[in-house]
């Protein structure tokens, strides 16, 4: 990994991106996006309805294509799965470039929510040459850890914070030596590590969001994680948080103790 703490290898991609991805899910609109750009983000996720983001990433692509790593892909429902081949072709065009650089198949909760037909026709994608690097987004960590080990796939996007720790047993062990790529979200978990859980002290800390993405590329097997601010002030925020490096040994111990008594009120959630 580069010296620079900002600054990653996405595993064996290659492909080279600052440590912030920005997702605009949540619309933060357009001016945030550009002001990223400009910051030298690099890594940019989007859904099919992120219309802001599509909207400017198909200015900057025509001329500065290379520049930029796109990361996208079908949706699992609980009842199947969008039609994966006709999501790429649309993508394709509402992003304005001829290839996508991370195809995922998004939003699988467990393996057999990724069938073998699906995995076959992501690599029939990524052998025509139309995507570059296909992967997942998945919350079933056991069957992350499968992948990995197995090598099977480039790009492991995986849910990672300082409430749930567990991939560091069940997931990061088995990454070498396929050393597929690992970009992290929930860096907040849903912004529950930004509020005070139930029985902590009224006086006691509580987490920044800067410190909760600090926390995820503090971990040397995560190269990435994904950010989606609401507005240009706390994407700001974020990219100055993380300008700042590794969390302190004392703040390490604390965001844990937090994130601890976060997942303890709110276990339901895987």
Same mark, same amino acid.
């Given at each position: 990994?580069? /010296?620079?703490?900002?600054?990653?290898? %996405? #595993? @064996?991609?290659?492909?080279?991106?600052?440590?912030?991805? =920005?997702?605009?899910? $949540?619309?933060?609109?357009?001016?945030?996006?550009?002001?990223?750009?400009?910051?030298?983000?690099?890594?940019?996720?989007?859904?099919?309805?992120?219309?802001?983001?599509?909207?400017?990433?198909?200015?900057?692509?025509?001329?500065?294509?290379?520049?930029?790593?796109?990361?996208?892909?079908?949706?699992?429902?609980?009842?199947?799965?969008?039609?994966?081949?006709?999501?790429?072709?649309?993508?394709?065009?509402?992003?304005?470039?001829?290839?996508?650089?991370?195809?995922?198949?998004?939003?699988?909760?467990?393996?057999?929510?990724?069938?073998?037909?699906?995995?076959?026709?992501?690599?029939?994608?990524?052998?025509?040459?139309?995507?570059?690097?296909?992967?997942? /987004?998945?919350?079933?960590?056991?069957? %992350? #850890? @499968?992948?990995?080990?197995?090598?099977?796939?480039?790009? =492991?996007?995986?849910? $990672?914070?300082?409430?749930?720790?567990?991939?560091?047993?069940?997931?990061?062990?088995?990454?070498?030596?396929?050393?597929?790529?690992?970009?992290?979200?929930?860096?907040?978990?849903?912004?529950?590590?930004?509020?005070?859980?139930?029985?902590?002290?009224?006086?006691?800390?509580?987490?920044?969001?800067?410190?909760?993405?600090?926390?995820?590329?503090?971990?040397?097997?995560?190269?990435?994680?994904?950010?989606?601010?609401?507005?240009?002030?706390?994407?700001?925020?974020?990219?100055?948080?993380?300008?700042?490096?590794?969390?302190?040994?004392?703040?390490?111990?604390?965001?844990?103790?937090?994130?601890?008594?976060?997942?303890?009120?709110?276990?339901?959630?895987?």
């Amino acid at each position: 990994m580069p /010296s620079d703490f900002t600054q990653a290898i %996405l #595993g @064996r991609t290659g492909l080279s991106v600052h440590r912030l991805g =920005l997702s605009a899910t $949540y619309r933060p609109g357009k001016q945030t996006i550009h002001r990223a750009i400009d910051a030298g983000i690099n890594l940019f996720f989007g859904f099919g309805l992120d219309t802001q983001l599509t909207s400017a990433m198909r200015e900057v692509l025509r001329s500065r294509r290379d520049r930029f790593v796109i990361a996208t892909g079908p949706y699992n429902y609980l009842w199947g799965y969008q039609n994966i081949r006709r999501t790429l072709e649309k993508r394709l065009r509402q992003f304005g470039t001829d290839y996508i650089d991370l195809f995922l198949f998004l939003g699988v909760m467990k393996e057999d929510q990724f069938p073998t037909a699906a995995r076959e026709e992501m690599a029939r994608l990524r052998e025509e040459g139309k995507v570059r690097f296909i992967g997942l /987004s998945c919350h079933d960590r056991g069957f %992350l #850890g @499968r992948l990995a080990a197995e090598g099977s796939t480039d790009v =492991l996007m995986l849910r $990672y914070n300082a409430a749930h720790r567990a991939a560091e047993q069940e997931i990061f062990p088995y990454l070498q030596p396929h050393n597929p790529a690992i970009v992290s979200y929930t860096a907040t978990r849903w912004t529950y590590l930004l509020r005070r859980p139930k029985h902590w002290p009224a006086d006691g800390q509580v987490p920044t969001a800067g410190m909760a993405y600090r926390f995820v590329l503090s971990h040397p097997s995560v190269h990435a994680v994904l950010t989606a601010p609401r507005n240009q002030r706390e994407f700001d925020e974020n990219l100055e948080a993380v300008s700042q490096g590794p969390l302190s040994e004392e703040d390490m111990v604390f965001i844990k103790r937090f994130g601890d008594a976060v997942h303890h009120t709110k276990r339901w959630f895987m």
